[in-house]
């Protein structure tokens, strides 16, 4: 009975023989039955972050660039407010401070603008504790404590005042929601 003899061993494919067809900014490296995924991002043959904008639709380019500005002037807002508080004019600060808080149109969810809020809260809640009413203090306090109940703005919740005042103002409105 003759004996089988095995077959000489395949020599290993090199990875230059698969096929490596683009997908979508991918690449898909076929390895037998199995298929692994890499992303490729900003490659210099094109499909960079930047040529997103050129492949969107003209509608979608325009909403874009519109929150890009509104984006833009609300940090702008926010800048001058910070300005006037850093010059020492802390009554021209808390003033605008105020009126972008009351903003319906200020995108205070935004996650770059909460640490803003915060911010904003804290000065205005101090600056009336210290130098204007208590009352009023007491009101930007529930106010700041109360936006504070949804999860965008839970940090609103946790707000420390350097103040003496204002951290017993602050106390109050907490205790008296707890």
Do not use: C
Not at 87 to 115: C, H, M, N
Not at 152 to 163: D, I, P, Q
């Amino acid at each position: 009975m003759p004996q089988e003899s095995t077959p000489p061993p395949m020599p290993p494919k090199r990875l230059s023989s698969y096929r490596t067809p683009l997908i979508a900014g991918g690449t898909v490296v076929l390895l037998g039955f199995v298929g692994v995924i890499v992303l490729v991002i900003g490659r210099s043959s094109g499909n960079r972050l930047s040529d997103i904008d050129s492949n969107m639709p003209q509608e979608l380019r325009e909403m874009k660039a519109d929150f890009d500005s509104r984006t833009a002037d609300m940090r702008q807002q926010i800048n001058e407010a910070h300005e006037l508080w850093e010059s020492d004019d802390r009554f021209g600060a808390v003033r605008r401070y105020k009126t972008l808080i009351r903003s319906d149109d200020f995108r205070w969810d935004l996650v770059e603008f909460q640490p803003e809020l915060v911010t904003a809260y804290r000065r205005v809640i101090e600056h009336e504790a210290d130098y204007g009413d208590p009352g009023s203090a007491r009101d930007w306090a529930m106010r700041a404590y109360n936006q504070g109940q949804w999860s965008e703005y839970a940090s609103l919740r946790k707000l420390t005042f350097s103040s003496e005042a204002a951290r017993q103002i602050w106390g109050e409105v907490s205790e008296a929601h707890d």
